[in-house]
């Protein structure tokens, strides 16, 4: 499912919602060495990190090092950071022991098997986070339901999250976007809060996406006058009005942004922002801004992601991971891929339906066990009962509600989901039973916050090792 459009005012580019997608795209076969920037080096890493399984070996740390290092508690990610050193391709894990008055943090040194190589002071760079902080539950688009994919926690809860587990040594800024913001007007914000605080790099998630085929027509114009541009692009593609008026909205908004991005950048501050999740027709527009950071997504195989926008390599250099399939622990939810618990909640609470029989809280338990036998045989029948029961008002009453899945392997309607009460998902096992799921996250949007951070980490790094 997608949530932003090519031509749609305002649309923040949010994450997809449901069963990742795992086509092969080509990728690079290049070695560290062989690569010659930070970036073209930290996507092979990021590449091979996407296809690896969280299984490190810390042989040569020491007891109290590797109880910090394998603790997967929710503070745990205060304590910590994986670091990968471009200079000389090593990974090393760096560990806060204090802070000083003067904001220094004292930090240990260690080697991928956690060895201790040294101590060190760094001083924390200043990240703005510019987000969605307001928490959504259900959202009806064109027929088709999206569903938050972990309760009670907003986009950009977890956009932050995946920056911190990243570089939890830096200060971060939270700049929100909600309801009484206008998206465009969010950089003029940031600027004026650059003027009171040492701003060194900012993360947005803001895709105004348009149809890749329009690329042209901006690429080498000189002219910052995206206005005079889009009334060209209107006159010479557009009968319709309506469609016409949504293009020109939203470059005339987005023009607006790269104006307050070309004033940050001009201070010397990196901006990151996500390169869309429209796919390979569309571009994001706002990465036309100077010297911006366009960050895409990789796959759990570490390939590029099929969803990704702005597949063009002046707009998008920067790739990290940006599909993730959250899991409980004993404390909450990790969504992260750490192991660790990135949310802290009560799952047992949450799910409090886990393990009773969905016949006892649907719409007809005749209908359900007729339903339940034409799913073992893969019946379209299946289909054709549960599909009545989608009721939108309930849907947004937060009542009960059902809704199914094409499975994109067998081309059937075989896999139920039962959405209860505000948000919570459910599966419905063999035995009729429900069962937590957590739909997957994935987006661009996630992949941006990591490399942001991964990029200030790294400066704050410089001339230590």
Same mark, same amino acid.
């Given at each position: 499912?997608?949530?932003?459009?090519?031509?749609?005012?305002?649309?923040?580019?949010?994450?997809?919602?449901? *069963?990742?997608? =795992? /086509?092969?795209?080509?990728?690079?076969?290049?070695?560290?060495?062989?690569?010659?920037?930070?970036?073209?080096?930290?996507?092979?890493?990021? !590449?091979?990190?996407?296809?690896?399984?969280?299984?490190?070996?810390?042989?040569?740390?020491?007891?109290?090092?590797?109880?910090?290092?394998?603790?997967?508690?929710?503070?745990?990610? @205060?304590?910590?950071? *994986?670091?990968?050193?471009?200079?000389?391709?090593?990974?090393?894990?760096?560990?806060?022991? @204090?802070?000083?008055?003067?904001?220094?943090?004292?930090? $240990?040194?260690?080697?991928?098997?956690?060895?201790?190589?040294?101590?060190?002071?760094?001083?924390?760079?200043?990240?703005?986070?510019? &987000? *969605?902080?307001?928490?959504? #539950?259900?959202?009806?688009?064109?027929?088709?339901?999206?569903?938050?994919?972990?309760?009670?926690?907003?986009?950009?809860? !977890?956009?932050?999250?995946?920056?911190?587990?990243?570089?939890?040594?830096?200060?971060?800024? /939270?700049?929100?976007?909600?309801?009484?913001? &206008?998206?465009?007007?969010?950089?003029?914000?940031?600027?004026?809060?650059?003027?009171?605080?040492?701003?060194?790099?900012?993360?947005? @998630?803001?895709?105004?996406?348009?149809?890749?085929?329009?690329?042209?027509?901006?690429?080498?114009?000189?002219?910052?006058?995206?206005?005079?541009?889009? +009334?060209?692009?209107?006159?010479?593609?557009?009968?319709? &009005?309506?469609?016409?008026?949504?293009?020109?909205?939203?470059?005339?908004?987005?023009?607006?942004?790269?104006?307050?991005?070309?004033?940050?950048?001009?201070?010397?501050?990196?901006?990151?922002?996500?390169?869309?999740?429209? #796919?390979?027709?569309?571009?994001?527009?706002?990465?036309?801004?100077?010297?911006? +950071?366009?960050?895409?997504?990789?796959?759990?195989?570490? /390939?590029?992601?099929?969803?990704?926008?702005?597949?063009?390599?002046?707009?998008?250099? /920067?790739?990290?991971?940006?599909?993730?399939?959250?899991?409980?622990?004993?404390?909450?939810? @990790?969504?992260?891929?750490?192991?660790?618990?990135?949310?802290?909640?009560?799952?047992?609470?949450?799910?409090?339906? $886990?393990?009773?029989?969905?016949?006892?809280?649907?719409?007809? *338990?005749?209908?359900?066990?007729?339903?339940?036998?034409?799913?073992? +045989?893969?019946?379209?029948?299946?289909?054709?009962?549960?599909?009545?029961?989608?009721?939108?008002?309930?849907?947004?009453? #937060?009542? +009960?509600?059902?809704?199914?899945?094409?499975?994109?392997?067998?081309?059937?309607?075989?896999?139920?989901?039962?959405?209860?009460?505000?948000?919570? =998902?459910?599966?419905?096992? =063999?035995?009729?039973?429900?069962?937590?799921?957590?739909?997957?996250?994935?987006?661009?949007?996630?992949?941006?916050?990591? $490399?942001?951070?991964?990029? =200030?980490?790294?400066? !704050? !790094?410089? #001339?230590?090792?």
């Amino acid at each position: 499912m997608i949530i932003n459009t090519f031509i749609h005012k305002n649309n923040l580019n949010y994450v997809y919602f449901g *069963k990742n997608n =795992t /086509h092969k795209s080509s990728s690079t076969k290049t070695s560290y060495k062989n690569s010659s920037s930070w970036a073209l080096k930290t996507n092979v890493f990021a !590449m091979h990190e996407a296809k690896k399984d969280i299984k490190e070996n810390f042989r040569h740390a020491s007891k109290e090092d590797y109880k910090i290092l394998t603790d997967k508690s929710y503070d745990a990610a @205060s304590k910590r950071a *994986k670091w990968f050193n471009p200079r000389d391709c090593k990974v090393y894990y760096i560990i806060k022991e @204090s802070q000083d008055a003067n904001g220094q943090i004292n930090v $240990r040194i260690l080697t991928q098997s956690g060895k201790f190589v040294k101590n060190a002071k760094i001083k924390p760079k200043t990240i703005v986070i510019a &987000d *969605k902080f307001e928490t959504e #539950g259900y959202a009806i688009k064109d027929g088709s339901f999206e569903i938050q994919p972990i309760p009670r926690i907003s986009h950009g809860e !977890m956009v932050s999250r995946f920056a911190f587990v990243t570089n939890p040594f830096a200060n971060y800024i /939270h700049v929100k976007i909600d309801k009484e913001t &206008d998206p465009f007007k969010i950089m003029e914000k940031v600027e004026k809060l650059s003027q009171d605080e040492n701003i060194d790099v900012i993360n947005f @998630s803001w895709a105004d996406l348009l149809p890749l085929e329009f690329y042209e027509d901006f690429k080498f114009k000189k002219t910052n006058n995206y206005v005079k541009i889009a +009334q060209k692009i209107i006159s010479k593609e557009f009968e319709n &009005d309506k469609e016409a008026a949504e293009l020109f909205c939203t470059i005339n908004e987005s023009a607006k942004l790269i104006e307050d991005i070309n004033k940050l950048t001009k201070k010397g501050i990196k901006i990151f922002i996500s390169g869309g999740n429209g #796919g390979k027709d569309s571009f994001n527009m706002n990465l036309l801004g100077k010297k911006v +950071q366009g960050v895409g997504s990789l796959d759990k195989n570490g /390939h590029l992601s099929t969803f990704n926008s702005s597949k063009i390599n002046s707009l998008v250099k /920067h790739f990290e991971l940006g599909e993730y399939k959250p899991i409980e622990t004993k404390d909450g939810i @990790s969504y992260t891929k750490t192991g660790q618990t990135d949310y802290v909640c009560d799952t047992k609470k949450i799910f409090s339906l $886990r393990g009773k029989k969905a016949s006892d809280f649907l719409i007809d *338990k005749n209908e359900f066990k007729r339903a339940l036998k034409a799913k073992k +045989q893969s019946s379209m029948e299946f289909y054709e009962i549960f599909a009545t029961w989608i009721d939108e008002k309930k849907l947004l009453s #937060g009542r +009960q509600a059902c809704q199914l899945f094409l499975d994109k392997n067998t081309h059937q309607y075989d896999n139920l989901y039962v959405t209860v009460g505000d948000w919570i =998902t459910y599966k419905i096992n =063999t035995e009729g039973e429900l069962v937590p799921y957590y739909l997957s996250i994935y987006g661009t949007s996630f992949a941006s916050p990591i $490399r942001a951070a991964k990029y =200030t980490l790294n400066e !704050m !790094m410089k #001339g230590i090792i």
